[in-house]
């Protein structure tokens, strides 16, 4: 399950410049956006830089730390 590493990931980056958004790809912004970025499967977790370029994809089970170096690395 997804939740309990991305609720993690959340509370990490509370003291950080970064920003973590969870959309439903069910409708509104989020079907646009999973439309733009080519998402297929649900979960699925994407890093993006400031410009919105895609820095890393995860589908299915959420590994935290290439999330997290994923995160470093778009500051």
């Known amino acids: 399950m997804a939740k309990p590493v991305v609720d993690g990931i959340e509370r990490q980056l509370e003291s950080q410049d970064a920003l973590l958004i ?12 999973a439309a733009q970025y080519g998402v297929r499967g649900v979960p699925t977790l994407l890093v993006l830089d400031r410009q919105g370029n895609s820095l890393l994809t995860q589908v299915g089970r959420v590994q935290k730390n290439p999330v997290l170096e994923a995160i470093d690395k778009a500051k």
């Open 22 to 33: 969870r959309l439903s790809v069910s409708g509104g912004p989020g079907r646009v956006l």
